[in-house]
């Protein structure tokens, strides 16, 4: 399983930034994926996430301003975020959830300045 990420970048608070990962078409329709993030010193959490079954799990700390989406035409997984925080700084990442086990992507930093 393959999976690129991009779309990280410096922004000020409330600020908008998206995030996409392409993964390998020939796992893509059968596959949980969705993205964490982890900020030095502490472990990687979840961010927002689509089950197998196409269903949705955001962190609390970011309902209501980040959307994930998926475009099964260009097997990419986005994510939208939002009004974002300083504390929403965090090297993110993609991810794709098989029977075997989870594949990553490379991380992607998101920095928001105050």
């Known amino acids: 399983v393959q999976l690129q990420a991009s779309g990280g970048g410096l922004v000020q608070a409330g600020g908008s930034l998206r995030l996409s990962c392409v993964i390998s078409?020939?796992?893509?329709?059968?596959?949980?994926m969705g993205w964490y993030r982890q900020v030095p010193g502490k472990q990687r959490e979840l961010v927002a996430y689509f089950d197998r079954l196409g269903g949705t799990t955001y962190a609390d700390s970011v309902k209501g301003r980040f959307t994930i989406s998926r475009d099964n035409a260009k097997n990419t997984v986005n994510l939208q975020m939002n009004s974002l925080k300083p504390e929403d700084t965090a090297v993110y990442y993609c991810a794709a959830e098989k029977s075997t086990g989870i594949y990553w992507g490379r991380g992607t930093q998101v920095t928001v300045s105050s």
């Open positions: 078409k020939a796992v893509f329709s059968d596959i949980a």
